[in-house]
Structure formats: structure tokens, C-alpha cells
């Protein structure tokens, strides 16, 4: 006889041993890496465990990062929509304005526990690294970033805070100079001195263990969330939405509601439109496939490999999704919705002007996509997860979108 529980459904999808979830993810690198990663891979199974890991995580999360962050009514929003009803997780809340650091504080106590002297990553736009050279501050670990020369030009207020950090910028000056050379530097540099040195990746993506790392260290959002939406509203919510770049903050939510009677919304960018090199929605449009050492559904050119993608959210132009996000969504658990650039800016204003919460322009298309939600679902609540603040964003707003702000009508 199977007892109750075991007959439940249920979607909690612990990768096997292998780092599967189903047939995406696992680990396909070279030897040598892979070497690392099993090391990494027992020493985080191991220590993540320990009542000393847990305690001082839950410390820093309290005290530095300022933990919980509040779920918020957006009563002037919603009554404007005339609809569903709005909620708000409020990343841009935790310290560093969005939610990259609840894994990178993470990922450097491991370091810590590990002995380790070195963090190493990459970083496109400039955020992962910024997170993870305050989580280096903190802990007084040295950081090494390395980003594409091209990025470095472009993101300049960002290679600013993480020197103010303390950390090293590694300029990349081969190939593109942008993330994916960015990524090979890196990886370099770590497999020069893996005993010294950890790799820290920013998002639920990459070889076994990080999707699942990543995604532990970011469940603390769902964690919160469920239970400040139950003590506030005294019910689930009908909806949770989330934005998708590597897919850690929307698993990071999502994880908590897996086997509740709850939609679960992946937002990918559309940017310009669906031909391809114009957007980023992975999910929406991709294939299965192979890159960056993880199987899962990515975007393709024409001879199968990553193709071009763009977005106006910088952390969100990545030409695939973390291994789980593939899963949950082929397995119908999730469904993967888009926002354009044009909606996400129109709710970047509608969000400002109404709630006086500027969003990243990340977080905006999940705002973006919310809204749409409650004109069709005008009975159910939505709660979105505001994965970060728009501060980052607002002169590129005001350059590129200056008739926008004199409008009056959000
Ligand atoms: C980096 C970033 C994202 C995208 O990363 P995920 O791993 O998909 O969560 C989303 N929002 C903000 C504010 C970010 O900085």
C-alpha cells in the first residue's frame, strides 16, 4: 500500500547524484574540471549541512544583508489595473539592491569553510561581480573578476563599485571581449590554482553542483515569501512570477511552491521581437542542447551553436535557462511567458510613478508580465519576485527612453 504522501504529486526536483534533473543538466566539461567540481560537489554536500554552516548563514542574512525582505500589497497598481491583485517580493530590498547576493554570500562562506584564498568569476553587465566582491569584503577573500573588455567600456558604474570593493578586475581582451570570453578567462584562471581558488557562478546555471548550489542558497525567497503571503492574505497565491536570465531568482521562489496549487510564471525577455538574435526567451524558443557544461534548452544558430541574443536587461540575455527551469517547464510545472523591451519599460514607469518602487529593468518584465496576468485573471492574486532595483538603470531610462518620462498617463 502506498501511504498518502508518496501517492501525492510531487515536483521537487532534487538533481540525481549526477546533477540530472530528468534529461537536463548533469556535467559536461573536460576531466580536469570535472575533478574540481566532484571536489566542490562533496564539500558543499558535506559542510551545507553542518549546524555551524546553517547558523552563520542565518546570521549574515539577518544582520548584513537585512533579511527578510518584505512581500508588499500593491493597492495603487492593482486598483489602476482593475484586476488580479499585485504582490511584491521585495529583493531590491536585500542588501546590494537585488537578489545575486543571497547566493554569493553563500558561495563565499563555503570558500570560507573550504579555506579557500581566492573567489573567482565572470561577469557580464557587472552585477554577479559587484555581489560577489562585497560577499569578498565581507569575508576578507580576494576577488578576481574577469569581464570582457567590451563590458568594461560599457558598464562603467559597476567595474567602479567593485574596485571601491577591493576587487581585481581581469580585463578579457580576446575574442568578443564580452561574457562567453569572459567565462573561458575565468575558468582559466580558477583551473590555474584549484586549491586555493573557488569558482563562484552567478546563477542556477553551468555544470553539477551550481544549479543546485545556486539554487539552495537562493531558496530563502520562497521560504519567506510562502509565509509572509499565507500570514498576510491567509492563502497561497494563485500566481508567483518571476523574470528569467539563469533562472536563480525565479528558482529561488519558485522552489517553495512546487507542490502547492500555485501557477508558476517564467518571464524571458523578448526584446525586440521573436526573430532570432533580437531576444532572449530560451525556454519560449529554444531547443534542447549542450553549452556552458550543462544540458538544457537553449538558443540555437543555425550550425547549433549559442546564438546571439539580446535584451534590454542586461541580466537577462542569456541564450539559455539553468537545467531545472528546462525540467519544470517540459515537465508542464512551470510556464514561460515573455515580456518586450517596450512592456518592461512601460512597467519600469508604471511601477515608479504609481507605487514610488523603481525596478530593474530586469524586474520589470516580470512587473511587466504581472500586469498583463491580472486584466485576464481579474479574481487571483499574483506575486511577483522584484529580483532587483532599477538605480543601476535609470540613466540608460532617461537617455534612451526620455519621452517616456514626460508622459503622465501610467
Ligand atoms: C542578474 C539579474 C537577474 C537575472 O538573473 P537570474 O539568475 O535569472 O535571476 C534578474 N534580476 C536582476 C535584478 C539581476 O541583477
Known amino acids: 500500500m502506498r501511504s498518502p504522501a508518496a501517492a501525492l504529486p510531487t515536483h521537487r526536483s532534487q538533481p540525481d547524484a549526477k546533477g540530472f534533473f530528468g ?19 562533496h564539500a558543499y554536500l558535506r559542510i551545507c549541512r553542518s549546524h555551524d554552516f546553517i547558523r ?7 544582520h548584513f544583508q537585512g533579511r527578510p525582505t518584505p512581500v508588499y500589497y500593491c493597492k495603487n497598481l492593482s486598483d489602476a489595473v482593475d484586476g488580479g491583485r499585485i504582490y511584491l517580493k521585495r529583493e531590491d530590498l536585500n542588501h546590494t ?24 568569476a565572470e561577469t557580464g553587465a557587472g552585477q554577479h561581480g559587484v555581489a560577489l566582491a562585497t560577499a569578498g569584503a565581507y569575508f576578507g577573500i580576494p576577488v578576481e573578476i574577469h569581464m570582457g573588455a567590451v563590458d568594461i567600456a560599457k558598464e562603467h558604474p559597476n567595474v567602479v563599485r567593485m574596485k571601491i570593493l577591493g576587487a581585481r578586475v581581469v580585463p578579457v581582451t580576446f575574442g568578443a571581449q564580452t561574457l562567453k570570453e569572459a567565462v ?4 582559466e584562471a580558477y583551473l590555474a590554482d584549484p586549491v ?8 542556477v546555471v553551468g555544470p553539477h553542483p551550481f544549479p543546485l548550489m545556486v539554487r539552495e542558497f537562493q531558496r530563502v525567497v520562497g521560504i519567506e ?83 546571439p541574443v539580446y535584451s534590454v536587461a542586461s541580466g537577462l540575455d542569456y541564450p539559455s535557462v539553468g537545467p531545472e527551469h528546462a525540467h519544470l517547464f517540459s515537465q508542464g510545472r512551470t ?52 529580483s532587483g532595483r532599477g538605480d543601476k538603470d535609470i540613466d540608460f531610462v532617461m537617455e534612451k527612453y526620455a519621452a517616456h518620462a514626460e508622459r503622465g498617463d501610467y
Open 23 to 41: 534529461r537536463f543538466g548533469g556535467s559536461f566539461i573536460p576531466p580536469e574540471l570535472q575533478r574540481q567540481m566532484d571536489e566542490i560537489n
Open 56 to 62: 552563520e548563514l542565518r546570521s549574515i542574512r539577518t
Open 97 to 120: 539592491g537585488a537578489h545575486k547576493l543571497n547566493h554569493c554570500m553563500g558561495e563565499a562562506l563555503l570558500a570560507k569553510f573550504l579555506g579557500k584564498k581566492k573567489l573567482i
Open 184 to 187: 573561458d578567462s575565468a575558468f
Open 196 to 203: 586555493n581558488s573557488i569558482y563562484c557562478i552567478g546563477s
Open 225 to 307: 515569501s510562502r509565509e509572509q503571503f499565507l500570514e498576510m492574505t491567509g492563502e497561497l497565491p494563485d500566481n508567483v512570477v518571476a523574470c528569467v536570465g539563469g533562472g536563480s531568482n525565479a528558482m529561488g521562489i519558485f522552489s517553495a511552491f512546487l507542490d502547492d496549487p500555485v501557477r508558476l510564471h517564467a518571464v524571458e525577455p523578448l526584446g525586440r521581437g521573436a526573430r532570432l538574435g533580437d531576444h532572449a526567451a530560451s525556454l519560449g524558443h529554444g531547443e534542447e542542447g549542450i553549452m556552458h557544461g550543462f544540458n538544457s534548452i537553449m538558443l540555437k544558430d543555425s550550425e547549433g551553436r549559442p546564438a
Open 335 to 386: 510556464v514561460a511567458g515573455a515580456a518586450s523591451d517596450e512592456e518592461a519599460i512601460e512597467a519600469f514607469f508604471r511601477l515608479s510613478r504609481r507605487e514610488g518602487i523603481i525596478p530593474a529593468l530586469e524586474s520589470a518584465h516580470a512587473v511587466a508580465y504581472a500586469l498583463r496576468l491580472a486584466k485576464e485573471r481579474v479574481d487571483e492574486s499574483i506575486l511577483v519576485n522584484l
